[in-house]
């Protein structure tokens, strides 16, 4: 080799050298610092806020769901006997309390629905028996109308025969109350009589004077003492 080409080729190898070294001081381009956010930095704070908000509002269905089971179970201890409602019961308690209770009432009812029928048997019953009487009463009425009889006695128009009848004792109107009215209407008796015939019929015939100036009607004189009849049956 020649003097001169050895300087020459270590230079060639110096520089390759420093060429070696200067670029194994650079970095890599794996580990340069990166000045955007990573994708999945954003990506994993959105569904982090997602799931809260989930989480919030299906907190907020289950305490409403409870508020409404609590009101629920709030009503049926209200139906409850008053000695149980003061009585601080738990869900299952009230839950038994209300299956001891449910047959009591309907116990309860089926006596009362009996009752009913009962009231309303015996409230039918009486009306009929109304209907019976108010019928009677008005056939008793229609028997009276030829039960009570008056006729003037000659021509003089001054006294007046009557005759009343009516079946037993206690039916109609008994004597006395008859002859009150009569005296009120200005007649004296002059004659009685009374007699029993068939079928335990009584019958009154009455003699009376006609006192004063009055005429008597003899159609209205029958009137008031049909009255008389009807305020007794």
């Keep these: 080799m020649l003097p001169s080409e050895e300087p020459i080729s270590q230079e060639l190898n110096n520089i390759n050298g420093e060429t070696e070294t200067s670029d194994s001081f650079l970095p890599s381009p794996s580990s340069q ?12 704070g959105t569904l982090g806020d997602a799931t809260i908000v989930n989480k919030l509002n299906h907190n907020a269905s289950e305490r409403d769901r409870r ?13 409850l006997p008053a000695a149980d409602q003061t009585k601080k019961l738990s869900i299952p308690a009230t839950v038994s309390h209300m299956l001891k209770y449910i047959p009591e009432l309907q116990k309860e009812l089926e006596k009362l629905v009996q009752k009913k029928e009962e009231l309303v048997s015996r409230t039918s019953r009486q009306d009929e ?3 019976k009487s108010g019928n009677k009463r008005k056939v008793a009425i ?8 008056v006729s003037l006695v000659g021509n003089t128009d001054r006294e007046v025969l009557i005759q009343m009848s009516s079946v037993g004792v206690d039916e109609g109107p008994s ?13 004296l008796l002059l004659n009685a009589s009374t007699f029993q015939s068939f079928g335990e019929r009584v ?26 009849y009807e305020k007794e049956i």
Aim: proline residues 3%; hydrophobic residues 40%.
């Design 129 to 131: 028996l109304v209907i």
């Design 67 to 79: 508020k409404k089971i609590n009101s629920l179970f709030s009503s049926l201890r209200s139906l």
């Design 33 to 44: 610092p990166q000045t955007g956010v990573p994708d999945s930095t954003l990506s994993g």
């Design 142 to 149: 229609k028997k009276s109308l030829s039960a009570v009889s």
């Design 175 to 187: 004597l006395s109350e008859a002859l009150i009215k009569l005296e009120e209407d200005g007649l």
């Design 203 to 228: 019958v009154y015939n009455l003699h009376l004077l006609v006192q004063g100036t009055q005429n008597i009607e003899v159609e209205m004189l029958r009137e008031k003492l049909l009255s008389l």
